[in-house]
């Protein structure tokens, strides 16, 4: 078995530099985009003018954001993307920077927005700390949370994506989400996400399903 | 350029430059090994006993209870691993806070879950204090250990140290119980508050060199005279074989120079912090509306705020201040690796977004008048330009 973990794509390491010789600290893009945060909602903002919006996290687990889109109803292609959102320097920044993208141009549609990963956002941005990739999965979350919305306003229900979370394996109660939030967090081989959730410790017969899925959650963030 | 203002000091303080003057011949030209038997080695040995005797005295100790370690970390681990493993045929019941230092609460953790010990964590009030009266409703026939801090790192909340001591010690001779010991981690209190451990009834109290303007790598911990700890390393006779290893020679004639410093001056130097610690708290509260000062209000070190910004998040003020030359800090979130907010805020009883929001100030030697004004000044904006990016809203039950 492979104990070594691979570098994520976009990530800059833990709080040292790429080259390990100095601590790390925010690149110029995202001390731009904390700084003089783009497109963040005005307090004086009227909801009604928006026809679709997400919301992710609490703060209890230390961020919170809402994003609110107007959607060209011919096009599907976002016009405006606004948020609010309380959290770290990161989660500040990566927001703010996923605001322009899919704004940019004519705007991204919405199978487009869809598609946006959180390494992409992490690129444009020159990168962020491993343990704080976390921040930019959350405007992810956020712009998906949005883009249902829309469709659910628009009636359009088949194309809904929910993401309901199913029990992997019943003994430990560990969940697709529970597994998919360990990769995000960094655990990409079997033994890192087990000893982040403890997933078929004492029910071996999952492994399979949860090796799977492993590797569908790495493919899917980290490509 | 910026006023660069730091407000740090719980963290680490900056070397004073008479204790560097005290520590430099340790690190140039006195080079012998303690522990040789030629005249290098003993004249070496000789300076640090009467380190040794310097900081007993100050303590009210004698010199033998003194053992140097590495810092308040160790010090800490010693006492409260040393003693457990070495008295656990006496009882395996353990009573401490809900707020202490991680190097406290994480050993005793351990005890917890490795190696069958029961805790009692206790419960602080709103404003971080803990009670005699709490400490001894949790003691125990089995009890062997209390471990309470004397003064909180993250809130400065003082707790009532010599008040619990007296209480533990009548209920030790009352129940016959001389393995039950207390246990005290002063390392936030050592420039302002009495270390005299005859009147705090402490058996052991931990000290740390770079808290106190000494060097970084410096500690000690005092052990009352007859109690046997087990060791957490092995391998020579220094500090009578409990912390073996060649003594950090310039580190303890640091601590030593460190602890006589503050503590000649400690009331001086608390008279001018409190007057200036009470002008950042009344600046904020005047300037900046939906505030929490977190900690109690009199029973506070001379050198700390602690204050809930409601709506934003600490990491992201902190990054905002020192853009503008302002150095403080957060037990909150994302500056820890553990991604959790501060455990002591949390065990005051209030909500996740107070804690998160939570960010401290701490003042030391350097700090001045004009520093407090800048900081007062500098602040308003940052926090309004935050709150207006953030969708949360706090319940203002939880300001004051």
């Known amino acids: 078995m492979n104990h070594k973990q691979d ?28 700084f003089n945060p783009r497109n963040f909602l005005h307090e004086d903002a009227n909801e009604a003018d928006y026809n679709a919006i997400g919301k992710v996290g609490s703060p209890a687990c230390g961020d919170e954001l809402r994003v609110w889109m107007k ?14 959102t309380f959290g770290c320097g990161s989660a500040i920044a990566s ?10 141009g004519e705007g991204m549609t919405l199978d487009e927005a869809r598609k946006l990963k959180p390494q992409d956002i992490m690129e444009r941005l020159g990168g962020l700390p ?4 976390h921040c930019s999965v959350l405007c992810d979350k956020a712009l998906r949370d949005a883009i249902n919305d829309y469709y659910r306003r628009t009636d359009q229900f088949d194309k809904i994506i929910t993401e309901a979370s199913r029990i992997i394996d019943p003994v430990s109660k560990v969940t697709d989400k529970d597994i998919e939030e360990a990769v995000l967090e960094g655990a990409h081989t079997l033994e890192l996400v087990q000893q982040k959730t403890k997933v078929g410790i004492g029910n071996p017969g999952c492994l399979p399903a949860v090796e799977e899925l492993i590797r569908f959650y790495k493919e899917k963030y980290f490509g | ?17 008479r204790v560097r003057e005290a520590m430099l011949p340790y690190l140039c030209l006195k080079q012998g090994n303690p522990s040789s038997f030629h005249s290098f080695g003993k004249e070496i040995k000789d300076d640090i006993e009467e380190a040794r005797r310097s900081i007993a005295d100050i303590l009210g100790v004698r010199s033998d209870e003194i053992i140097f370690t590495s810092g308040g970390t160790e010090s800490d681990n010693l006492a409260v691993l040393g003693y457990a493993r070495k008295n656990q045929k006496h009882g395996k019941h353990i009573v401490t806070t809900k707020i202490e230092h991680h190097a406290v609460l994480e050993s005793i953790l351990h005890l917890e879950r490795k190696e069958g010990f029961e805790v009692t964590y206790l419960e602080p009030d709103r404003d971080g204090l803990i009670t005699p009266e709490q400490v001894e409703a949790a003691l125990r026939e089995d009890t062997i250990l209390v471990s309470v801090m004397y003064a909180n790192n993250e809130i400065g909340t003082i707790l009532p140290i010599s008040e619990i001591g007296n209480r533990i010690q009548k209920w030790r001779e009352a129940h016959s119980r001389p393995e039950l010991v207390f246990h005290t981690d002063a390392c936030q209190a050592t420039g302002y508050l009495d270390l005299n451990v005859e009147k705090l009834h402490v058996d052991m109290l931990t000290l740390n060199g770079s808290k106190m303007y ?3 790598g410096s500690g000690l911990l005092y052990v009352k005279r007859g109690i046997k700890l087990e060791p957490l390393q092995f391998g020579g006779a220094q500090e009578r074989g409990i912390r073996p290893g060649t003594e ?15 503590q000649a001056n400690r009331e001086a130097e608390s008279e001018r912090l409190v007057h200036l610690r009470d002008r950042l708290i009344e600046g904020v509260q005047r300037t900046i509306k939906k505030t929490r000062l977190n900690g109690h209000t009199t029973n506070r070190l001379p050198n700390n705020v602690n204050i809930s910004f409601m709506d934003i998040e600490g990491e992201a003020l902190i990054l905002y201040l020192d853009a503008s030359g302002v150095y403080a800090s957060t037990g909150s979130a994302c500056t820890s690796a553990s991604l959790d907010p501060s455990h002591v805020i949390l065990a005051l009883g209030l909500p996740y977004e107070v804690a998160h929001g939570s960010l401290r100030f701490s003042l030391g030697h350097e700090t001045t008048e004009e520093d407090i004004a800048y900081v007062v000044e500098t602040l308003p904006p940052l926090v309004e330009k935050l709150r207006a990016l953030s969708p949360v809203r706090v319940d203002e039950k939880y300001f004051v």
Request: charged share 25%; hydrophobic share 40%; net charge positive.
């Open chain 1, 95 to 104: 927001t703010s920077m996923a605001s322009v993208m899919v704004t940019e």
């Open chain 1, 130 to 133: 491993q343990r704080k990739f």
């Open chain 2, 1 to 17: 350029m910026n006023r660069q203002v730091y407000l740090d000091h719980a963290a680490t303080t900056p070397l004073d430059p």
């Open chain 1, 71 to 84: 959607v060209d109803p011919a096009t599907e292609q976002i016009k405006e993307f606004r948020w609010k």
């Open chain 2, 214 to 216: 000494g060097p970084k």
């Open chain 1, 7 to 34: 570098p994520v794509a976009g990530t800059k390491g833990d709080v040292t530099s790429h080259d390990k010789a100095k601590s790390w600290f925010y690149s110029d893009v995202v001390k731009d985009h904390f």
């Open chain 2, 248 to 262: 950090n020679v310039a580190g303890i004639i640091g601590i030593a120079k460190a602890l006589e410093l503050v």
